[in-house]
C-alpha cells in the first residue's frame, strides 16, 4: 500500500505539472475512480496523437511521464507492481548471464 500511496503522490505532482504547461487544462483528477484514471489515461494519448497530426507543439516529456505514472497507479491498483517485476527481471537476466 506504501507503493500505492507513493505513485498517486507522483501522479499528482504530474498532472499538476503538465496542466500548467498545456492550454486546455485536464479534467478533475480522481485518484480514488480507476475509470476516472482510466480516462484521463486516454484524454492525454488522444491529445499526443491529435499534436502529432496537427503538427502543434505539445509537452512531450511531461505527457510521457504523466501517461507513466497513470499506467503505474491503474497496475498498482489491480495490485500488480511493475518495478517488482523489473527487478525480477533484470535478478534473472544477471544470474543467467553468470551461468
Known amino acids: ?3 500505492l500511496k507513493q505513485a498517486k503522490v507522483a501522479l499528482q505532482e504530474a ?3 503538465f496542466n500548467q504547461a498545456v492550454e486546455k487544462p485536464l479534467p478533475a483528477l480522481a485518484l480514488s475512480n480507476t475509470d476516472s484514471i482510466q480516462n484521463l489515461l486516454n484524454i492525454v494519448i488522444r491529445r499526443e496523437s491529435l499534436s502529432v497530426a496537427k503538427k ?3 509537452p512531450n516529456k511531461l505527457s510521457a511521464d504523466l501517461r507513466k505514472k497513470l499506467a503505474d497507479v491503474l497496475l498498482l491498483i489491480d495490485k500488480v507492481d511493475i518495478e517488482i ?3 525480477n527481471a533484470k535478478s534473472t537476466s544477471t544470474s543467467v548471464d553468470k551461468a
Open 56 to 58: 502543434s507543439s505539445f
Open 15 to 17: 498532472y499538476d505539472t
Open 1 to 3: 500500500m506504501a507503493r
Open 85 to 87: 517485476i523489473k527487478a
